[in-house]
């Protein structure tokens, strides 16, 4: 079968590799769509020290499977494989399981490919009304999800969103079920655009912005946008770490301690949800599809997803 | 009165200044005992930019004040002074008063002075069971009650205690009163000696220490403190700021992201729960006491204070 291959060398190259075999417990899942997150990019410059085949997001047809009811099913997977013995698995924290692997992150080969493996239990079936351009985007929108696991919002909390990329926008739509008092900060009028046209409120990054939030999400990556959370958010208030950046970020911590702010790092969420918004149309994802290309052409599509202004980009196989 | 004040240009002095007029629903108090706070020593080096009357820990006697149940008391006092009427004070934060007075930080003369002044509701009568050379301790020792405001402590958590200074001692007593599952981590074989004498487990900074604690307080300061704590502390596990460091520090976020993280601030906290510990002996202090100064050598205090080895260092008035 074809597969997107990161080497150890650090070259990402379509090759043609074995089928996957599936481990107890596990389903062999045909892929029909992949899409392309940032953290595939920053796989491919050496975040994690990964190698072997990248991509996490996807929705196939489970070709085998010991239940026989998942068979020929449309699914969605989380992505962490875990142990269910460690300490962490049995303090109900599976996601920091010690021994886990993750599809296209860590130690278990990924999506961008023509089949996949996954235990059986990391599977969730598609719904119907969710196409597959709409039902790859799980797993980034249950991501923006766990937010919502981690600090309470009400109905009256200020947020602000910094970031109008795929991840950004994800959090602002999510946060936005939460509270209509919120804005998300971006760069670009167009990625802005497509929430405003949700009727979600956005603001140019040089704009001056109103301090004391409730909750700030940091969702550009950088540098600055850590330090325009520290300077947005209200004194014990919280900011919510939303993308990993793989090289280290000089802080003044003073004012956080002072102001006695929460930051707190947030990762992969609840499937449950994000299917739901999804499939209701709580959360729109299709707009924000900028190109697709096809797994025979998946390392352009993994260029493509690297080039400005580009927002998703989905691999067809 | 005599007063060490730190001039706008830098310099410490013991000076001759006019005794302080209490303006309304404030109490004039005429100081018996004086703490040096790492925090006097990073104003005198710059950090907030103050200038005036350093000291903000201190035991007194109340000479004037519209209460009259007030006069003649020996108390102790919060220091900051806040307007009730912004934002913060609304929101029954008044430690974040966007108007705040800090008792020798913040717009407001200090505590190594023969008298201060403080709003009448910012004293606490200082119990007769707690000498002056331990109710000094009470503002430091409610700073590390304030981790047991924010952070849930159970009995059995895993704390680590990054610091075996001052504020690292007083925090490893306040937390051991709610769990003995503690360590407290410090460079000073003696410091350290302090705390083993009262059953609490020590360890030096060079040793190997289990990972996955539940909560970390960092109180060294340093940059290599905050890493450790990152390194010490488990998935979704509380990393606690209590120091402030007046220079940026340059950190990877990828790991307190992947490991979600919570990192908090600290600051202030609560008297009535310090003056309790104080008083019942719960907390123990005097043996932190390395040395004594009178008013008119607080120069010589502030600078002793400052040497490699010593802790707290008291002004007799």
């Known amino acids: 079968m074809r597969a997107l291959v990161l080497s150890d060398g650090g070259e990402v190259q379509v090759r043609e590799v074995p089928e996957p075999e599936p481990g107890k417990g596990e389903a062999l899942v045909k892929v029909l769509v992949a899409g392309v997150c940032n953290t595939d990019l920053e796989l491919a410059r050496g975040y994690m020290n990964f190698s072997g085949t990248l991509g996490h997001e996807f929705v196939g047809i489970v070709e085998h499977a010991a239940n026989p009811h998942l068979i020929g099913k449309r699914v969605v997977g989380e992505i962490n494989c875990v142990c269910h013995q460690c300490h962490y698995c049995r303090m109900e924290m599976p996601h920091h399981c010690l021994d886990r692997s993750v599809l296209g992150i860590l130690n278990r ?43 309470k919002i009400n109905d009256d909390d200020r947020v602000v969103i910094l970031g109008d990329g795929k991840l950004g926008q994800l959090c602002a739509q999510v946060l936005w079920l939460h509270t209509k008092n919120l804005v998300c900060v971006g760069k670009h009028a167009w990625k802005l655009k497509l929430l405003s046209d949700l009727g979600i409120k956005t603001a140019f990054a040089d704009e001056p912005l ?14 600055q946008g850590f330090e325009r959370a520290l300077e947005l958010v209200r004194p014990e208030g919280t900011v919510v770490l939303k993308t990993t950046v793989a090289h280290p970020t000089a802080l003044e911590l003073s004012g956080p301690v002072i102001n006695e702010i929460k930051i707190i790092g947030s990762r992969c969420g609840p499937f449950r949800p994000a299917l739901e918004a999804l499939s209701l149309g709580n959360v729109g994802v299709r707009p924000m599809v900028t190109d697709t290309f096809s797994l025979s052409d998946a390392d352009q599509a993994l260029a493509r997803a690297g080039e400005p202004g580009v927002m998703k980009v989905l691999i067809h196989m």
Chains 1, 2 share one sequence.
């Open 109 to 151: 080969n990924g999506a961008f490919a023509d089949y996949l493996t996954l235990p059986e239990e990391n599977l969730h079936l598609a719904p119907a009304s969710a196409r597959d351009d709409v039902a790859v985007f799980t797993e980034p929108t249950a991501a923006a999800f766990r937010i919502t696991e981690q600090v």
């Open 210 to 223: 109103m301090r004391g939030a409730d909750v700030v999400v940091e969702a550009t990556g950088s540098h």
